[in-house]
Antibody, heavy 118, light 108 residues
Framework: EVQLLESGGGLVQPGGSLRLSCAASGITFSISAMSWVRQAPGKGLEWVSAISGSGGSTYYADSVKGRFTISRDNSKTTLFLQMNSLRAEDTAVYYC???????????WGQGTLVTVSS | EIVLTQSPGTLSLSPGERATLSCRASQSVSSNYLAWYQQRPGQAPRLLIY???SRATGTPDRFSGSGSGTDFTLTISRLEPEDFAVYYCQKYGSSPPLTFGGGTKVEI
């Protein structure tokens, strides 16, 4: 059974930082491209970032470029999203997703809520 | 970058009725790399359809996808109570960004 378990969300002040993690099981993690997709309260889905299986290629939405960093630890089958210089508009549920932009998003985690507010 | 426009924004129907959801792309979607997702309240999205018309594992056969080029449709033949949700289309199959439509809410 595929499981993607996100953690690390919470309340942070504008300008602050947060690191999200996604523990994966039931997939061959090291060859799986992975992505982060977010959903602001009451809004639609927005792709945030993607990373290749090796970690050698990374991609970012323009809205987070230069502030967010995606990475992975294949030995621990874990995906990360380091979020710096957070803004109110980054408030959203962040989903860990198996797949990059070349395939449909077959598997989704349950999401972790990030709230940026003073 | 391809933009996906979904219509209508909200569809008000009753159980047993047929639902027809539209997704229009600003440019042709190559190889019909178009997927549909269902999102129920408080849940993560779930893949329903990929490749424009192929059902994902576990998708009931009352769901069908069709279309090519720039115009795609998700049809639910007879609405069940659990089908009232928000539906998103997605373009994949090329370099990022991954693109989603704005969603269609199917409500009672």
């Amino acid at each position: 059974e595929v499981q993607l378990l996100e953690s690390g969300g919470g309340l942070v002040q504008p300008g602050g930082s947060l690191r999200l993690s996604c523990a994966a099981s039931g997939i061959t993690f090291s060859i799986s491209a992975m992505s982060w997709v977010r959903q602001a309260p009451g809004k639609g889905l927005e792709w945030v970032s993607a990373i290749s299986g090796s970690g050698g290629s990374t991609y970012y939405a323009d809205s987070v470029k230069g502030r967010f960093t995606i990475s992975r630890d294949n030995s621990k089958t874990t995906l990360f999203l380091q979020m710096n210089s957070l803004r109110a508009e980054d408030t959203a549920v962040y989903y860990c997703v198996k797949g990059g932009s070349l395939t449909p998003s077959y598997y989704w985690g349950q999401g972790t809520l990030v709230t940026v507010s003073s | 970058e391809i933009v996906l426009t979904q219509s209508p924004g909200t569809l008000s129907l009753s159980p047993g009725e047929r639902a027809t959801l539209s997704c229009r792309a600003s440019q042709s979607v190559s190889s019909n790399y178009l997927a549909w997702y269902q999102q129920r309240p408080g849940q993560a999205p779930r893949l329903l359809i990929y490749g424009s018309s192929s059902r994902a594992t576990g998708t009931p056969d009352r769901f069908s996808g069709s279309g090519s080029g720039t115009d795609f449709t998700l049809t639910i033949s007879r609405l069940e109570p659990e089908d009232f949700a928000v539906y998103y289309c997605q373009k994949y199959g090329s370099s990022p960004p991954l693109t989603f439509g704005g969603g269609t809410k199917v409500e009672i």
